[in-house]
């Protein structure tokens, strides 16, 4: 969104770089830095992260046995699931259907809302029907007809539109309240009572809360595919293409 001018941080001064997650290894702390050495692994947020060097404004060490490959693909995801759980106020034993419920959001969606025993609904393309079984959800294709197909699955006491695929006025009418959706990815959701989430809460404890459900199994966000830094622009064009389960990662 933000290369293609579409979201509010879009303006920028040449050069510029894009990039928000990553993971590697400790080169230089920054002044008043505690708990973490140089040498030690980790994962983490910054600025302008498509690079061989990178400056981390929130960090965790990576737990152990995770590969920085798929490291790399969980901060931000893992941030913005636990934000637009807590914004769309679904609780355990409630139902919550996720729109675009295949990617690295959606992954994460599905598995939290699951450990907090609320049952997930997931809606992706015929390819990644059994991913989502795999991940707990009961799922359904997102063409003609989805929104009955939904309907047969249970109840849908809270959504969340993850992919932007148009779907708000179908969401609200699954719910019965615009108050119990919320989006990602459609900037138009406001004009029909749907909250638009985009203002980051704490990265530092959704790391913590990250490397807690890593450690004890309950949290997998696989890689789809990794391509080195060279090739960013096949990963942008890939992504746009959607069908994506998981996360795309560049490899430095």
Known sequence: MRRRGAAASAVVRLPAGLGLDAAGVVDEIGEGVEGIEIGDHVFGEGTDTYADFAVLSAWARIPDGLPFEEAAGYPSVVETALRVIREVGVRPGQSLLVSGASGGVGSAVLQI???????????????????????????????????????????????????????????????????????????????????????????????????????????????????PLTEAAAAHTDSRAGQTRGRRVLVV
């Open 113 to 227: 809302a699951r450990a907090r025993g609320i049952t997930v609904i997931g809606t992706a393309g015929a390819a990644n029907q059994d991913y989502l079984r795999g991940l707990g959800a009961l799922a359904t294709t997102y063409h003609e007809g989805w929104a009955d197909r939904v309907r047969r699955l249970g109840r849908v006491d809270a959504a969340l539109d993850l992919a932007g695929a148009g779907v708000i006025r179908e969401l609200v009418g699954l719910t019965g309240d615009p108050r119990k959706v919320v989006s990602i990815a459609d900037l138009d959701a406001p004009r029909l009572g749907v909250r638009f989430s985009g203002v980051a809460g704490s990265v530092p404890d959704a790391l913590a809360e990250a490397v807690d459900l890593i450690s004890r199994g309950m949290l997998h966000i696989p890689v789809e595919k990794s391509y």
